[in-house]
């Protein structure tokens, strides 16, 4: 269930050996794609700690939403990795 969360993240990291610690631009998500990332998040053994939106961010990189996105993140010149 969290495939797309360590997707994310595992990207992330990649960004971050690749460029000394600096963040990405932006994660960019379709609208399915962010409806799976909060469905990772939702996921908690405690009922009372439920998520029921998602982040603006993903580890302090912004996440924004774009209807024809296949899901990717924008590093910091610009290049687009893709998520899947």
């Given amino acids: 269930m969290a495939t797309l969360y360590l997707q994310m993240t595992d990207k992330l990291s990649v960004h971050w050996r690749a460029h000394n610690n600096v ?12 409806a799976e990332c909060l469905k ?3 996921w908690v053994p ?3 700690v439920r998520v ?3 982040s603006e ?3 302090g990189v912004p996440i924004e939403i774009d209807e024809p996105s296949p899901g ?8 687009e990795m893709a998520l899947q």
Avoid: E, N, W
Avoid at 26 to 34: D, E, G, M, N, Y
Avoid at 72 to 79: K, P, S
């Fill in 72 to 79: 990717v993140m924008v590093a910091l010149d610009g290049t």
């Fill in 46 to 48: 405690d009922a009372r």
């Fill in 23 to 34: 963040y990405p631009r932006k994660f960019v998500l379709s609208p399915a794609l962010r």
């Fill in 57 to 59: 961010k993903h580890m």
């Fill in 52 to 54: 029921t939106t998602i």
């Fill in 40 to 42: 990772c998040l939702s």
